[in-house]
């Protein structure tokens, strides 16, 4: 409900990259944008694929979460990206916990990918629309937050560090600080095929 958004002063945003709704609350989100053959991929599936798995074992490693890719036949078609998983999300306990979009172009690619940290729908059901707020079982069903799994205090650089280590050492990505602060990091290596 667009208009219910503007009276609560929430922002609505369409991604480049498509795909179904997100509800930014408390998430990390990153981008990754660069020619597909520099990055080292061929493919939007392989592109999607790499890039959570990289992310997963980033996870994996840092905080021990049993996190895994859904498989290729856990295919869906959602208006809410989180409310039903699709072939290579990040998984964990039979649950969505990272999803993603792509933009693949002949130039290159931009890939959008979200976390939750914590998740409350108070805010959701308020702007969600009559019609659709089954998206609000499906949401609580098929997704879940960092916070569920584990009941801790998760910092964002505990996890952008994870990630950044998950592409280093899984795509063979060098990263390094932006100079001049326009983006976290920035990409200097080739990728791995």
Request: net charge negative; with cysteine.
């Amino acid at each position: 409900n667009l208009i219910r958004c503007h009276e609560l002063g929430i922002d609505v945003a369409q991604r480049p990259t498509g795909g179904g709704v997100v509800f930014h609350r408390r998430d990390l989100t990153w981008s990754i944008a660069g020619p597909h053959e520099a990055l080292g991929f061929t493919s939007i599936q392989e592109c999607y694929q790499k890039i959570h798995q990289a992310a997963a074992a980033g996870l994996k490693k840092h905080f021990g979460l049993p996190v895994y890719l859904a498989s290729c036949k856990d295919i869906g078609a959602p208006s809410f990206c989180f409310a039903v998983p699709v072939g290579y999300d990040i998984m964990t306990l039979d649950r969505k916990l990272v999803g993603g979009a792509i933009r693949w172009t002949k130039k290159g690619v931009l890939y959008q990918g979200t976390l939750p940290l914590t998740r409350d729908f108070s805010l959701l059901k308020e702007v969600i629309l009559p019609h659709r707020r089954s998206w609000l079982n499906a949401l609580t069903s098929s997704s879940i937050s960092l916070s569920e799994l584990e009941e801790k205090e998760w910092a964002y650089p505990d996890l952008i560090e994870a990630i950044l280590t998950g592409f280093c050492s899984e795509l063979g990505w060098d990263l390094e600080e932006d100079p001049a602060n326009e983006m976290r990091h920035v990409w200097t290596g080739n990728g791995r095929g």
